[in-house]
């Protein structure tokens, strides 16, 4: 008999303690729970990968940045996907890995109401219809409706990790990971054709998300005076008619922008959907993924892009813009490292000063230590401050004699290889422990 939720609360169960598995192992895991369809054994532990990564996406103690780092690990720890069916072929199904999802679903998720220091910036001006209640800043009383969120494409939900269950639709074709989904509590899941939305969907949507499958299609289709010939670029159109003109999208096609001598787009199908994204849409960023390096581990190691859309312009007007022109040179910037994703990305700057004096403090306290000249920086005879690849470290020791490192600056430490590093400085933090 197959136990598909126990086999799912084991795999969720093995990812949060760091147990590493390889396709055998995992196919192994699965047998013991009555499950040995391969393509079942990979939906089910992608499903039990997208629940960790959408339980990290919700904690509310993580800082966004926290929040990546978390996901990231998981997604190094993750099994390869890479177990491919004929239908999963046919199909062309590829799931975006939890990191990329984690961005793209931040990106689009609205942020409600104004910030303390905005509702302030009202009250100075004077703002009659702003009230104050004690020494909070609150916006007047209005009916309030929820963003609602899209995803045409789901698969099993990795692309909406960060976005509230009970403001996502969902939609998928897949028999499997329909009923992935519908295990789900999403607010809606469909399975209509992706390239046909229904006509109510029309600009309904806050945020749109979607990883499409690619192919040719059979016939070119007009979307106003532009003729498309991809499926994925198709729907991608379709899912846009969806958003509302102040929403936002984020989109995952294969592949990376080229250029031609002139520094336009490469003559074809790309350039014809480029020219229609950035004729009717503020387009923020167009950012390519190495996929050796950040795709591989769900099956695949093509080359995409990542898609960011700041809402529909005002007045539909200009095409894709030369890679030649000042300040578009980060269009051909190849993203390597998932840091590097998180910077193209641009989540949470405004807590970047922060961390940049959090740093320096932190530099300052081991040069301190360095120069055995500790004061008042050292209250504790526990505490060693060490560096690694850049980061301050601090290693504490525990009551128990055991051994636990902290990240100055940015919180627990969480990246296993730089956990490697550390423990070749176990031996420098116990001889300082002995003599302090």
């Not at 800082?63 to 072929?89: G, P």
């Not at 004096?357 to 306290?365: F, P």
């Not at 000249?373 to 560096?387: C, H, I, M, P, V």
Request: proline share 4%.
């Amino acid at each position: 008999m197959t136990d598909k939720n126990g086999y799912i609360s084991k795999v969720r169960e093995e990812l949060k303690a760091g147990q590493r598995h390889s396709k055998t192992t995992i196919e192994s895991l699965a047998k013991g729970f009555g499950i040995t369809n391969k393509n079942l054994v990979k939906e089910f532990t992608e499903l039990a990968i997208v629940l960790n990564a959408r339980e990290i996406a919700h904690d509310s103690s993580l800082t966004t940045y926290e929040k990546y780092l978390d996901i990231v690990a998981l997604y190094q720890s993750q099994v390869n996907l890479s177990m491919r069916t004929s239908m999963s072929v046919l199909m062309q199904q590829y799931s975006t890995p939890a990191p990329i999802s984690f961005l793209a679903s931040s990106y689009v998720l609205k942020q409600d109401g104004l910030s303390g220091y905005k509702a302030f910036k009202n009250i100075v001006k004077g703002d009659k219809n702003t009230k104050i209640v004690g020494n909070a800043h609150l916006q007047p009383e209005r009916s309030h409706q929820e963003p609602l969120y899209l995803e045409p494409s789901a698969g099993n939900g990795l692309l909406t990790i960060a976005l509230p269950y009970h403001q996502t639709y969902v939609n998928e074709l897949d028999d499997v990971r329909l009923s992935n989904l519908k295990d789900q509590p999403f607010a809606s899941v469909s399975s209509w054709d992706a390239l046909q939305p229904p006509f109510a969907f029309r600009q309904k949507f806050d945020g749109v998300v979607t990883n499409p499958p690619f192919g040719a299609l059979a016939e070119p289709i007009l979307f106003g005076n532009f003729r498309i010939k991809r499926m994925e670029h198709a729907m991608c159109l379709a899912a846009l008619r969806c958003m509302k003109d102040d929403g936002r999208a984020a989109i995952i096609i294969g592949g990376h922008t080229t250029w031609d001598e002139q520094g336009r787009v490469t003559a074809g199908h790309n350039r014809i959907f480029l020219n229609y994204l950035y004729h009717f849409y503020n387009v923020d960023d167009i950012i390519p993924i190495n996929g050796k390096k950040l795709y591989s581990r769900q099956g695949t190691s093509i080359n995409t892009r990542l898609i960011l859309i700041n809402g529909a312009k005002d007045k539909p007007e200009g095409a894709a813009p030369l890679v030649k022109t000042h300040g578009n040179a980060s269009l051909k910037t190849v993203v390597n490292t998932h840091e590097e994703l998180w910077e193209r990305v641009g989540l949470d700057k405004s807590t970047s000063n922060d961390m940049t004096k959090m740093k320096l403090r932190a530099k300052a306290i081991l040069l301190k230590q360095k120069q055995q000249s500790l004061g008042g920086l050292r209250a504790r005879k526990d505490e060693f401050w060490t560096e690694v690849k850049g980061d301050i470290i601090l290693v504490k020791k525990l009551p128990n004699g055991m051994i636990e490192y902290d990240d100055f600056y940015k919180g627990k430490v969480r990246d296993i290889r730089m956990k490697s590093e550390l423990f070749k400085r176990k031996a420098d933090a116990t001889k300082y422990f002995k003599h302090s």
